[in-house]
T-cell receptor, first 113, second 115 residues
Framework: GEDVEQSLFLSVREGDSSVINCTYTDSSSTYLYWYKQEPGAGLQLLTYIFSNMDMKQDQRLTVLLNKKDKHLSLRIADTQTGDSAIYFCAESHRSGGYNKLIFGAGTRLAVHP | DADVTQTPRNRITKTGKRIMLECSQTKGHDRMYWYRQDPGLGLRLIYYSFDVKDINKGEISDGYSVSRQAQAKFSLSLESAIPNQTALYFC??????????????FGPGTRLTVL
């Protein structure tokens, strides 16, 4: 079956690193994504990783993929108050001629001084 | 200006009423989607459309219908709203050229409350 799980809440101090974790079940996923949702806004694609990669870095963001354990993580270095948001992990699953996205429930990141 | 817009942003209605949520995009994308978001759950796909003549049901289409009036417009209707359709609704778009990565661009959402 298709399922994506993530912890619901994470609290960090400003300036520290944040690590948001996600597990998924579909071993055939081709891409895995991280989306950010700020209050009152839609989802914004932060980054994605192809399933044959194990790491991707983009400025303060580092994505790690452990395909064997079906574990994905998002590390945010030097976390700022503007990083406070809900972060969604999503996997792609080929279905009906398109890449169907399966979302986790989202991790609410709270950054405090 | 936003590339994907949704109207209304907020709506309160009563059980049994017909409701239409509208989505417009200026990205020139061919694919459009409707999702709903419930607290503690991820986004779930209601309907998706590859082009004006191609509309498909998602995982939770019961109680909903859609219309793709033009490439840039995709509306979602609740023929007879019920309280468990209270949720945040998102429209999204993607382009065939991004099919490999399936990057989807989301609107700001419509918060619907059914009393």
């Amino acid at each position: 079956g298709e399922d994506v799980e993530q912890s619901l809440f994470l609290s960090v101090r400003e300036g520290d690193s944040s690590v948001i974790n996600c597990t998924y079940t579909d071993s055939s996923s081709t891409y895995l994504y991280w989306y950010k949702q700020e209050p009152g806004a839609g989802l914004q694609l932060l980054t994605y990783i192809f399933s044959n990669m194990d790491m991707k870095q983009d400025q303060r963001l580092t994505v790690l993929l452990n395909k064997k354990d079906k574990h994905l993580s998002l590390r945010i270095a030097d976390t700022q108050t503007g990083d406070s948001a809900i972060y969604f992990c999503a996997e792609s699953h080929r279905s009906g001629g398109y890449n169907k996205l399966i979302f986790g429930a989202g991790t609410r990141l709270a950054v405090h001084p | 200006d936003a590339d994907v817009t949704q109207t209304p942003r907020n709506r309160i209605t009563k059980t049994g009423k017909r409701i239409m949520l509208e989505c417009s995009q200026t990205k020139g994308h061919d694919r459009m989607y409707w999702y709903r978001q419930d607290p503690g759950l991820g986004l779930r796909l209601i309907y998706y459309s590859f082009d004006v003549k191609d509309i498909n049901k998602g995982e939770i289409s019961d109680g909903y219908s859609v219309s793709r009036q033009a490439q840039a417009k995709f509306s979602l209707s609740l023929e007879s709203a019920i309280p468990n359709q209270t949720a945040l609704y998102f429209c999204a778009t993607s382009d065939w050229s991004s099919e490999a990565t399936d990057t989807q661009y989301f609107g700001p959402g419509t918060r619907l409350t059914v009393l």
